[in-house]
């Protein structure tokens, strides 16, 4: 055995929210190029610029997207079948869109038609847009309480609907996630791009920044004001059998900021999402693509984690039966699934990173409309 569990459980807690961070920093790009394709791209050749600048690594960056989940299976399977059962048709629409970005890339240049390439250009728009809203959207959700319980035999229980999903704190959080990953997306393609494409990239990148910092502030501060949270009051030994049902939760005023006040040196998470997208906003502008991306990295690290912190230790909260709420104590698999997926992390993590790294490496350097007229049939 590695670790005690309840060690485990906060090991596992961490590595899922560096799993979804790295599938932010990483897809999220993808996505937010995707967004910006239709607007930023005014003739075929400047689109097929915007589309090869993330051409080479789009498919591998979808492994940090399926790791997350099956890292949630494994790791959480009550959140996973609690989670996957209830938003079902949220789930279903986002895997339809995301459907539409491996054949938009691919078959988007096998034709010469301007009409077969407008059409797929939009559908790699649509698979772009989509999931990132329906991301935001369910984490706003997770802050308002998702309605589900669970029944005498622990069969969790749904009984809302796709539509009691779209309230407006949860399409605002939507609204985040959707300009804090175009803001991505700008920054990428300006450090990815020449010319004209560039120029546009910018600043559409820093119009992003500006709207991803307002939103966040806006978010911050109706979670602050205007939003109860939960708190644990009791709960059986975290180190025991797990039982979801044995714990007390009240609702507290401002309860998501309880965390912050107990352990005040959090404070940097929120701080980074609020300030880091103005850095980004001025890079852009003065042309230093570079801090830029990284700047914008440190605005979506900054933003995941402080959802994460301020749900701490719920991971799927419950507003019908507030004590049957999900938490990293008591929705985990056993100790033994816990250690095996940590020798195996402990594996294929560093080799996915290094993979990675190695290929943004051989793959770099910037794409122009003349490397596009010149590549023919060899470039999307």
Request: proline share 6%; glycine share 10%; no cysteine.
């Given at each position: 055995m590695i670790a005690d569990y309840e060690t485990l459980k906060l090991i596992w807690w961490g590595l899922v929210g560096v799993l979804l961070i790295g599938f932010a920093l990483t897809d999220g790009f993808d996505m937010g190029v995707g967004v910006l394709?239709?607007?930023?791209?005014?003739?075929?050749?400047?689109?097929?610029?915007i589309i090869n600048t993330v051409g080479p690594h789009w498919e591998g960056n979808q492994v940090w997207f399926v790791t997350a989940g099956g890292a949630l299976f494994a790791a959480w399977p009550?959140?996973?079948a609690s989670a996957f059962s209830g938003m079902y048709a949220a789930?279903?629409?986002?895997?339809?869109?995301l459907?539409?970005?491996?054949?938009?890339?691919d078959y988007r240049s096998k034709q010469e038609s301007a009409r077969w390439r407008m059409g797929w250009d939009w559908a790699l728009f649509t698979?772009?847009?989509?999931?990132?809203?329906?991301?935001?959207?369910?984490?706003?959700?997770?802050?308002?309480?998702?309605p589900f319980h669970f029944d005498e035999l622990m069969r969790p229980q749904y009984e809302g609907n796709l539509f009691g999903l779209l309230t407006l704190f949860p399409l605002l959080?939507?609204?985040?996630?959707?300009?804090?990953?175009?803001m991505h997306g700008g920054v990428w393609l300006g450090l990815k791009s020449d010319g004209v494409v560039r120029r546009r990239a910018n600043r559409a990148a820093f119009h992003a920044a500006v709207i991803t910092a307002l939103v966040f502030g806006v978010c911050g501060i109706w979670v602050a004001t205007g939003m109860n949270g939960l708190t644990i009051v009791s709960q059986p030994d975290i180190n025991g059998a797990i039982n979801p049902l044995g714990k007390q939760v009240a609702v507290a005023p401002a309860g998501w900021l309880a965390n912050y006040q107990h352990w005040p040196l959090l404070m940097l998470f929120p701080a980074l999402g609020l300030t880091m997208p103005f850095?980004?906003?001025?890079?852009?502008?003065?042309?230093r693509e570079g801090l830029a991306f990284l700047t914008s990295c440190l605005t979506i690290s900054g933003i995941i984690a402080t959802a994460g912190v301020s749900l701490f230790p719920f991971v799927m909260p419950s507003s019908v039966e507030p004590s049957h709420s999900l938490t990293l104590w008591d929705a985990t698999s056993s100790a033994l699934t816990l250690n095996v997926m940590l020798m195996v992390a402990c594996v294929f993590v560093p080799t996915v990173l290094a993979y990675t790294f190695w290929s943004y490496y051989k793959m770099w350097g910037r794409m122009d409309e003349q490397q596009i007229r010149s590549g023919g049939h060899s470039l999307y």
């Open positions: 394709l239709p607007f930023l791209g005014k003739n075929d050749d400047q689109r097929r610029v009550l959140v996973y789930m279903i629409i986002t895997l339809m869109a459907f539409l970005r491996p054949v938009g890339f698979g772009s847009l989509i999931p990132p809203l329906i991301f935001g959207v369910a984490f706003g959700n997770l802050f308002l309480g998702l959080a939507g609204l985040l996630s959707l300009s804090m990953l175009v850095m980004t906003a001025f890079f852009s502008l003065r042309q």
